[in-house]
């Protein structure tokens, strides 16, 4: 067994107070959007380029945040600023998506919520 973490670029998207969520169709759950970093990719251009195989969305401006271990992917987490709407349809795995205010009718993996507290406190100690 693989003891290394997968090396995933996580997006964070804000719009009007939302944070865009994304379900594929083998899970239950919703999480960020974002995925594998390709060998030689930079993890600035993986989240980008993932943002836009899952969502058809522009990423605009990219600030890296931090990173985060999860139980299998070491995720390099991204504030991204996007331009366009929200289009599934291009990816055979994104089956669903959300602009999640963080309420219970959208159900999340709980690594999402580890990622967003983190972002909160950064920003809380920031201010």
């Not at 964070?12 to 994304?22: F, P």
């Not at 594929?24 to 600035?44: C, T, V, Y």
Request: glycine fraction near 8%; aromatic fraction near 8%; charged fraction near 25%.
């Amino acid at each position: 067994m693989n003891e290394t973490p997968r090396q995933r670029a996580t997006a964070i998207v804000e719009r009007d107070g939302c944070i865009l969520v994304v379900r594929d169709k083998f899970r239950p759950a919703f999480m960020l959007p974002g995925g594998g970093i390709d060998e030689g990719e930079s993890p600035e251009t993986a989240v980008a380029r993932e943002l836009t195989e899952e969502t058809t969305l522009t990423a605009t401006a990219v600030q890296y945040l931090f990173t985060h271990d999860g139980k299998y992917n070491h995720h390099h987490v991204f504030s991204v600023q996007v331009d366009g709407d929200v289009d599934i349809s291009h990816d055979p795995l994104v089956v669903e998506y959300a602009w999640w205010d963080g309420g219970p009718d959208v159900p999340v993996h709980p690594h999402v919520n580890a990622i967003l507290d983190k972002m909160k406190e950064i920003s809380d100690a920031a201010n």
